[in-house]
């Protein structure tokens, strides 16, 4: 099989690339990704020794050149990784990179003739619950993002499900909830927090610290996207979720604790309160049709990403630059 990544020198698409590699070394794999902000070649290390993988600069929003690129690698399957993050905070850039961008990558690999196409979306597009609250979020539930990404994500899965009924390819959707691992960009909160607590910084968990996160191990979601493309349905939409749901300061304090950190300060931390939300989304689905569980747990998960950090100082210093 050969698939081409879009997207994939960031930090969940590097981490399905060397997922696959490791899994499925026969197959054949291309990266397309436009380099902006936090992609990094060096995220693909390893991967560039391999006759079986190549790299390929390109805008998913530049449609004649993404179709030129797909006519000649054929790929069997196009995943989407790429996207502009929540962190931006900027709408014409989710719109441009996170609609458009999806749209002509859709388009492109419809008139190439890809049969097959996933859409690596989030649980973010589905909004949070208030804490406490036992409301189950299914993949029948009506978006409600709560920020320009995830409304942009959302409207990109519009298109990617119209495409699929409409058009000559099938299509799935993931939406996985936070992720955490190796090769994560140095401001979201995990490696912000090793960073830190390895400078002896302060550290200040977002608002109250109280939100609660489901927390899925990045070589999880992987392994669902896996699992989908092998025996997902088409035209159908997969939530991932691992159940380690977290408050933002028990990330915090987990992580200063296992770095011998305690002397850090956490800021001002108050109890839950009713504005206080929970991020996660039911998981029932890809567990009962796929036979998709994590495998992660989270103190694993958790060591393994700082000791990944510990190690790779270079890597985080750069990405900082
Ligand atoms: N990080 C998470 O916690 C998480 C959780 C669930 C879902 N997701 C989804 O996974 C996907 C990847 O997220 P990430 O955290 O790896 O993001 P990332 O920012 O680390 O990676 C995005 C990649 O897309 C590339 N890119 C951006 N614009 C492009 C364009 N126009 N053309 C080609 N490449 C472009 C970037 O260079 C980068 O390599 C996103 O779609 C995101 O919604 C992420």
Known sequence: MKILAAGGAGFVGSNFIHYWRKHH?????????????RGNLRNLGEAFESPN???????ITDQPTIESILKVEKPDVVINFAAAGRESGRA????????????RLLEACVNSGVPRFHQVSTADVYGAISLGDDHQIYETEAPRPGSVYAASKAAADAFVLACGSEKAIAVTISRCTANYGPSQTPNALIPETIIHALHNQDIDAPGTGQNVRD????????????RI???GEPGEIYNVASGAERSDIETVQTLC?????????????????????????????????????????????????????????????????
């Not at 993988?53 to 805008?59: N, Q, V």
């Not at 014409?92 to 749209?103: A, H, P, Q, Y």
């Not at 927390?215 to 896996?226: G, L, M, P, Q, S």
Request: proline residues 4%.
């Open 257 to 321: 604790d296992a770095l011998g950190k305690s002397a850090v300060q956490l800021e001002n931390v108050p109890l839950p309160g009713p504005k206080d939300k929970l991020f996660t989304v039911n998981a029932d689905k890809i567990h009962d049709e796929l036979n998709w569980t994590p495998r992660t747990t989270w103190s694993s998960g958790i060591k393994t990403t700082y000791e990944w950090y510990l190690h790779h100082m270079d890597w985080w210093d750069d990405q900082k630059k």
């Open 229 to 231: 493309l092998f025996n």
């Open 53 to 59: 993988f190549a790299f390929i600069e390109a805008d």
């Open 215 to 226: 927390w899925t191990f990045v070589e999880d979601h992987c392994r669902a996207i896996d």
């Open 92 to 103: 014409d850039l989710c719109l441009e990179t996170n609609v458009t961008g999806t749209v």
């Open 25 to 37: 070394p026969w197959d054949t794999l291309v990266c397309v990704d436009a380099l902006k902000r």
